[in-house]
């Protein structure tokens, strides 16, 4: 049973459960019985138990965390009192008061953290994604908040226009977030559908749409767009060949624009994340040479980032204290991409 001075908790991070001389033993026996070995934990070591409900994407139901926690405890759920919550999002208040800011991918993951955030710095979020459900439930979570969800695709032309009319006469920044993977497979493997579907949303959807405000940027002298790459954007050997090509042409996207429209007050900049617990959906059918070639060197990733890490980042390069920055590629990657 852990320490009855510092109970194990939902909270407690990944690492200090498989230490613990009663927690790590229930971890793994759980991870056996799923035909996953412990030292696939090795990457989100230092996350919440709490963080692998959502980076499961449904694996690891909610009750199985709450029952771990009891049994770690002998049957009794402890109170959480002064545990240390390591890294703890730190709101700036007024930071995009009286900004109207688009955010994509906005009802899950890093796209949601993002408008979350910004809608809790002051900032009006218009917040796009295909599912109106989930942006509903987005904006009934801030009901405090300034939040227009709107469902849209970015790859039809008709939903981008639906998207700007709402912003209004007024956009001071934009966050391309919403992405897709691809199945992993090498080039010679990748069809067209899967190509043409990764291409669309990735990259294609983040051009229309900020081809569509820079014009409404321009008009005010200022605005600011960060595109969401992905580390797999700065090397080759992250993903498969679609989702790479996909994020290096974001890259390339991202530095013609600031190279354009930089001395008329635009700033355009990217972050490229590396591993990060969202609820972005994995190949349900991933390619097996793709797969073999790519893990050895997917096992190599220093660290999980939770959505809210990323969102750190984002609003970062969207606010003006970001003022002197553009073009940059910022990895936010717990240093991925010195390795």
Do not use: C, Y
């Given at each position: 049973m852990a320490d009855a001075t510092t109970p194990l908790t939902a909270s407690s991070t990944v690492g200090t459960w498989l230490g613990d001389p009663v927690g790590g033993p229930l971890i793994r026996s759980f991870l056996q019985q799923a035909g996953v070995g412990a030292d696939a934990l090795g990457p989100v070591s230092g996350l919440p138990l709490q963080q692998l409900v959502v980076l499961s994407q449904g694996q690891l139901p909610q009750s199985v965390v709450d029952d771990l926690v009891l049994q770690v405890n002998g049957g009794v759920a402890p109170e959480v009192t002064g545990e240390d919550p390591g890294w703890v999002e730190k709101v700036t208040s007024g930071r995009?008061?009286?900004?109207?800011?688009?955010?994509?991918?906005?009802?899950?993951?890093?796209?949601?953290?993002?408008?979350?955030?910004?809608?809790?710095?002051?900032g009006r979020v218009v917040a796009v994604d295909v599912s109106t459900d989930r942006l509903?439930?987005?904006?009934?979570?801030?009901?405090?908040?300034?939040?227009?969800?709107?469902?849209?695709?970015?790859?039809?032309?008709?939903?981008?226009?639906?998207?700007?009319?709402?912003?209004?006469?007024?956009?001071?920044?934009?966050?391309?977030?919403?992405?897709?993977?691809?199945?992993?497979?090498?080039?010679?493997?990748?069809?067209?559908?899967?190509?043409?579907?990764?291409?669309?949303?990735?990259?294609?959807?983040?051009?229309?749409?900020s081809r569509a405000v820079i014009p409404v940027m321009l008009a005010s002298g200022s605005g600011a767009i960060v595109n969401v790459t992905s580390e797999a954007g700065l090397r080759g050997n992250a993903s498969g060949n679609a989702y790479t090509v996909s994020k290096h042409g974001v890259i390339g996207l991202t530095r013609s624009a600031a190279f354009m429209y930089g001395p008329q007050g635009?700033?355009?900049?990217?972050?490229?994340?590396?591993?990060?617990?969202?609820?972005?959906?994995?190949?349900a059918q991933?390619?097996?040479?793709?797969?073999?070639?790519?893990?050895?060197?997917r096992s190599t990733i220093p660290s999980i980032a939770t959505a809210e890490k990323l969102a750190a980042s984002i609003t970062f390069l969207l606010s003006d204290d970001a003022v002197n920055i553009n073009g940059a590629v910022l990895p936010s990657d717990g240093g991925w991409s010195v390795q």
């Open positions: 995009f008061a009286g900004k109207t800011v688009i955010v994509t991918g906005a009802a899950s993951g890093i796209g949601r953290a993002t408008a979350a955030r910004v809608a809790a710095e002051g509903q439930e987005l904006a009934a979570s801030l009901p405090l908040a300034e939040i227009l969800p709107i469902a849209g695709d970015i790859t039809k032309q008709d939903d981008i226009d639906a998207v700007v009319a709402a912003a209004g006469s007024r956009i001071d920044a934009l966050a391309n977030v919403a992405g897709i993977n691809d199945d992993f497979s090498p080039l010679h493997e990748t069809s067209d559908a899967m190509w043409d579907r990764v291409i669309a949303i990735n990259l294609t959807g983040g051009f229309k749409l635009l700033r355009i900049n990217a972050v490229a994340p590396g591993g990060v617990a969202t609820g972005i959906a994995m190949p991933p390619s097996e040479s793709g797969t073999a070639r790519l893990s050895p060197f």
